[in-house]
């Protein structure tokens, strides 16, 4: 078959943990895991999994999921290694194309050799392209672009039986820290373009934001972010500071003393502590504020 070499090196383990995989540093096993790195080799887990029967989980920079302890049962796929970056000057824009499991650094780093203000946007954001879009990951600050979506401009997925289509961003239906209508299948690879207006000062912004992030938020520690989304018209973190729960802990779990919407991983903290912090901030939100927290990180496998 065409394509065969490409894939045959695709490594399908068995019984690997995740943990080291997120940025929380939490989960439990995946029953099979690989980490493909081409559509050949992501075509031949898709196929793998169908001729065993398992279902499929994707995940790819691991920064915005809480993988339960109980693992995740069949074919876990991490995209993380599907990355490849290339770039033009097409009608006076910087345009991009790269594999979803592209790190948004790299395109920090080509953003910043150009001297365009997508720097700026993306220097707070771990994780990687599909994570990206699927999240429409954005920022707090008043910056432009100010989330994912505002720079993308066609998305390429992979359905389970290995067909790609092109799905325009017109097409897609893209709301605050969301983007739906290109499911099923994986998202592969993205186009990304902006205007070339120089920004001479981009740099030292983008220290000056990263700065003020190092004092706002904890990461010196293993977090998935902000853990709940903004409710409308008002902050998660001023609420759940509001009601107390700066340090609330359980196991080692615990609400972070610098910023109140992460929930950070002390040392050796599990899913479930994870949860039960959630649910209880959530309970606490809602009785003192009358105000439903939805949360913004991902649950994946076996909760139940
Ligand atoms: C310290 C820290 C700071 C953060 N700050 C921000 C912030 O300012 N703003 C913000 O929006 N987020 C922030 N996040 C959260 C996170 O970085 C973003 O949501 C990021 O875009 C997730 O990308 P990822 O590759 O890690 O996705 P993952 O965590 O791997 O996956 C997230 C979801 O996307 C799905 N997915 C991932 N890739 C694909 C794909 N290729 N195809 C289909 N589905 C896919 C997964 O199944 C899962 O449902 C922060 C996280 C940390 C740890």
Redesign the pocket.
Known sequence: MVGNWEWKFLKILSNVNLAEY??WMIGGDADHFCLPTSMDELRAAFQEAKNNNWPI?????????LIADRGIRGLTIC??RLSAIESKIENNQLVIECL??TA?SELLKLFLKNQLAPALFLA?????V??????N????ENFSPRE?MDFVTWIDVMDFDGQTRRISKEKLQISY?HCDGWQPG???RAQISWPLVQDKDVILKVREANKIRLTK?P?DMP????VFRNPDNAKAAQLIDQCGLKGFCIGDAQVSLKHANFIVNLKKATATDVWNVISHVKRTVLQQKSVELQT?V?R?GQWT
């Open positions: 997120t940025s989980t994707v995940f790819s920079g691991g920064s915005n999921v995209l993380r979803a499991g948004k707070g954001l771990p994780g990687d599909g994570g990206g879009v699927v999240m990951a954005g920022v707090a994912f820290r994986v998202i592969v938020q990461l977090s998935c972010g902000s913004e991902v994946l």
